[in-house]
């Protein structure tokens, strides 16, 4: 093995430091700054800013959408679906379903794919009490995107806390099928124990 000179060893341990620090800084700016797909695998929700809804149990982390994105009021003028999602976020966050819904339903309007808006829609429109337009708006989420596995939780809770106890047992299932070892799928797995 080669012999290095202190020098040689300082600079090799800043370059590695140097390495580390850019790869942190760049994978916190990428989930910071852009809307990206959930990675259903993720082991941790991020706990909400406020307490939650009086109708959410223990799972509610695992339902609502993490946002880190603070928005102006001239935002709300943007016609970028992503954007106007992450603005609903925002208002979902602070309880503020209504305003929620509305830019919900705008995002989709333009994006009629977006799966996780719906996802989102159909738990904000369940807070309110809207519990059958919420399972007809996640229904249609699935349809969308049947290998989205958090809308079926969402779809789940929802049918369970609505009485619908054979539909959240389906839904739960299809949860548990598409991964029954990820954060939605031991979620699944537990809910679908507290009905049964």
Partial sequence: MPKFSILTWVVIVIAQITYGLMVYAITRSYYQDSRVVVNQEQTTATPPTTAPHPKASTFDNTLQPSMQYQPSADDLATEDPALIARLADNYFQERNYQQAIELYNRALAINPDDV?????????????????????????????????????????????????????????????ELDPENTVGLEAKRMMSEIE
């Fill in 116 to 176: 996780e808006s719906y996802n989102d829609l159909g738990l904000s429109l369940f807070y309110i009490g809207q519990s059958s337009r919420a399972i007809e708006v996640l229904r249609t989420g699935v349809s969308k995107q049947p290998d989205f596995q958090r809308i079926y939780l969402t779809l789940g809770f929802v049918q369970a806390q609505s009485g619908e106890k054979e539909g959240a047992i389906e839904a739960f299932g299809k949860a548990i």
